[in-house]
């Protein structure tokens, strides 16, 4: 039985992308309003860009290159001016200085292709993600100061799933730039994605950042909330909210954290009114929070289709889920995949779309074989990847996974529900009725101890078409497991299985016999 994507939590941890796109996004800026006459500038570089004026120079336009890097102004004209000036008088600069306005001119000159690693998910390569990890490695060897290098180096190892590599260059970059928000908000993401909750957020509550940057602060605030902690820096927050100092750009994921952490304590009137700011001006991150809060409570009736936002597979992908537009919902999952490709969440969504509600089994498997190439210890992307490959009797292979999940610490009770029940269908296809039977009633015994009614349904039809297709079940049988079930639930998951079921009873029904050995009593 596959897990449930659409009853997992979400917050508002930030997307990691390459240095480049996000620079490009705008996440880079100064987050304050800038001063009407003084459009391209703000006090915190001016006094650089003052001595850049009077004294054309490598000392100062180093100077300059880094407190633009640190505040946010890279994409400022001057900066570029004096980004190039270096590059001509590159024997006097340092490495790390080159290196660093070297990755600010290309950036800002166009916006990057998309994965250059990942062209489909049928086609994923780790050859080609190697290529590029050897180019970030000898970017090291020449700058071995950049902390931009480290963390885009690991990102490409968290694709790959190599977890320790993948810390060894995030801790690397973060003690070269401790108070950038790159850095920061990267590092976030990455030990999030490998359960170092406790870690990364108490790094970022002492971050000096952390009470003046909302892009900070949301992040703290979010990863709070996952720990189940109250955050400290709420009213901090909201001051930075109604203080009208900052652009609402800036704010969108704060003012979506805070609205997240209203919708979670039932206050559904507080978390509409943050989540009307965060739509001010939001970005691919705060836009599908909403949706993912909207898939629980319609709070605003807004379509992601309306706004010009790029990157915004998510909040679509949920969108047209939510419609039940699944063909349109899954290619957006792939985008999101493409985009984010160490992420295990459009991996779930795209192979639950694609497996159970447009019947493409393929696609499933093929999106879940690339999905665990970067989480090669996730019992549930294992679990669902053995679930699609013995639906098409492929069960030597769906054996090689199920073996990969006893040594996995950790896994969530609705995920060894699941597990039960793919095992229970292995055994069935092995022909090894009474152990699948075991299995099960096994699980849908364990799902009723959490009133799961989802998970009950699925596990009884997914039993149901087994005992069917192994000509062992009596009428009655059927008649419990199937027909007591809704016909119209709310999970169009369950109404798809529970037709198919029936009609799989109906053209079978001359071969079933009318007695055998299971007789099953809810």
């Keep these: 039985m596959a897990n449930l994507f659409e009853q997992k939590d979400r917050r508002v941890i930030p997307n990691w992308r390459s240095f480049s796109r996000t620079l490009n996004l705008g996440e880079l800026r100064y987050p304050k309003k800038k001063s009407e006459s003084k459009d391209k500038t703000n006090l915190s570089i001016e006094d650089y860009l003052l001595d850049w004026e009077g004294s054309k120079s490598v000392s100062v336009a180093g100077d300059l290159i880094s407190a633009a890097f640190v505040n946010g102004f890279i994409d400022n004209e001057k900066v570029k001016e004096a980004a190039k000036y270096i590059l001509k008088n590159k024997k006097k600069a340092t490495d790390s200085l080159v290196s660093i306005v070297q990755i600010i001119l290309e950036s800002t000159s166009k916006d990057p292709k998309n994965n250059f690693f990942i062209k489909k998910f049928k086609k994923f390569d780790p050859s080609d993600c190697h290529i590029e990890i050897n180019k970030y490695k000898k970017l090291i060897n020449n700058y071995p100061y950049n902390p931009i290098v480290y963390v885009d180096l690991s990102r490409l190892y968290s694709v790959l799933g190599l977890e320790k590599k993948s810390i060894k260059n995030m801790k690397i970059a973060l003690h070269l730039a401790p108070g950038n928000r790159f850095v920061l908000r990267a590092a976030a993401r990455l030990f999030s994605h490998f359960r170092q909750l406790e870690y990364i957020h108490d790094l970022i509550r002492k971050s000096e950042l952390v009470n003046i940057d909302p892009w900070i602060t949301s992040t703290e605030i979010a990863l709070a909330t996952i720990l189940d902690k109250r955050s400290k820096l709420i009213k901090t927050g909201l001051s930075m909210i109604n203080s009208s100092n ?36 939001p ?25 010009d936002i790029n990157y915004n597979y998510e909040a679509l992908a949920l969108y047209k889920y939510l419609n039940q537009d699944y063909k349109t919902a899954f290619n957006q999952c792939k985008e999101w995949f493409y985009d984010l490709p160490f992420s295990k969440r459009p991996v779930l969504f795209g192979s639950h779309i694609a497996g159970s509600l447009l019947d493409k089994q393929g696609d499933a498997i093929e999106f879940l074989q690339a999905g665990v190439c970067s989480n090669p210890r996730d019992a549930e992307i294992i679990n669902d990847l053995a679930y699609y490959l013995a639906i098409g009797n492929k069960i030597q292979n769906a054996e090689k996974y199920m073996r990969q999940i006893t040594d996995i610490p950790d896994i969530s009770t609705n995920t060894k529900i699941c597990l039960t029940a793919t095992q229970g269908l292995i055994f069935f ?6 152990e699948g039977i075991d299995l099960y009633e096994k699980a849908i015994m ?36 199937v027909l007591k079930i809704p016909d119209n639930t709310k999970f169009h998951d369950v109404n798809k299985l529970k037709r198919e079921v029936i009609d799989l009873y109906k053209k079978n029904s001359n071969i079933l016999p009318q007695k055998g050995p299971v007789v099953y009593n809810p």
């Design 246 to 281: 900052y652009a609402w750009s800036s704010l969108t994921e704060l003012a979506s954290s805070i609205g997240t952490l209203e919708f979670l304590n039932g206050n559904r009137k507080k978390a509409k009114k943050y989540l009307k700011m965060a739509i001010i001006s």
């Design 429 to 434: 296809r092995k022909g090894k009725i009474s």
């Design 283 to 307: 970005n691919e991150n705060s836009l599908a929070q909403i949706e993912w809060i909207n898939n629980r409570d319609l709070l605003l009736d807004i379509n992601p289709s309306d706004y």
């Design 446 to 481: 364990s799902a009723k101890s959490l009133n799961n009614n989802h998970f009950i349904w699925l596990a009884k039809l997914n039993f149901a078409r087994e005992l069917i297709l192994s000509t062992s079940a009596l009428k009655l049988t059927i008649e419990n497991l």
